[in-house]
């Protein structure tokens, strides 16, 4: 059974700094794409950065670009979510996903910028970013 379980979430004041961790276990491929999404209050659910094992290609979010960086540690099965220069309209749930099916290039672009995919969510952690 695929599980996701992210961790690392919290307050945080504007300008700082937080990483989130993904958990992931369970797969049975060694194909997939896996990434995190945001949904803020009273905003529809948005893909923040995907990357596709095991290429490493790498998609991200223009609205975070050079302040997000995604990144895997194999060995320990985690996805991380460096977050840098926080703003508060990053204040959100950050959940990971994977898509089990597609480890293509072209999967995390798929899975991010188009919600493409998404076979397993985690339960979310929530980031607040106060002014």
Same mark, same amino acid.
């Given at each position: 059974? #695929? $599980?996701?379980?992210?961790?690392? &979430?919290? +307050?945080? $004041?504007?300008?700082?700094?937080?990483?989130?961790?993904?958990? !992931?276990?369970?797969?049975?491929?060694?194909?997939?794409?896996?990434? =995190?999404? *945001? $949904? !803020?209050? &009273?905003?529809?659910?948005?893909? #923040?950065?995907?990357?596709?094992?095991?290429?490493?290609?790498?998609?991200? $979010?223009?609205?975070?670009? &050079? *302040?997000?960086?995604?990144?895997?540690?194999?060995?320990?099965?985690?996805?991380?979510?460096?977050?840098?220069?926080?703003?508060?309209?990053?204040?959100?749930?950050?959940?990971?996903?994977?898509?089990?099916?597609?480890?293509?290039? +072209?999967?995390?672009?798929?899975?991010?910028?188009?919600?493409?995919?998404?076979?397993? =969510?985690?339960?979310?952690? +929530?980031? +607040?970013?106060?002014?």
């Amino acid at each position: 059974e #695929v $599980q996701l379980v992210e961790s690392g &979430g919290g +307050l945080v $004041q504007a300008g700082k700094s937080l990483t989130l961790s993904c958990a !992931a276990s369970g797969f049975t491929t060694d194909h997939y794409t896996i990434g =995190w999404f *945001r $949904q !803020a209050p &009273g905003k529809e659910r948005e893909g #923040v950065s995907c990357v596709s094992h095991p290429d490493a290609m790498i998609y991200t $979010q223009d609205s975070v670009k &050079g *302040r997000f960086i995604i990144s895997r540690d194999n060995a320990r099965e985690r996805v991380y979510l460096e977050m840098i220069g926080l703003k508060p309209e990053d204040t959100a749930v950050y959940y990971c996903a994977v898509d089990v099916d597609d480890g293509s290039n +072209l999967g995390p672009f798929r899975m991010c910028a188009l919600s493409f995919g998404m076979d397993y =969510w985690g339960k979310g952690t +929530l980031v +607040l970013v106060s002014p």
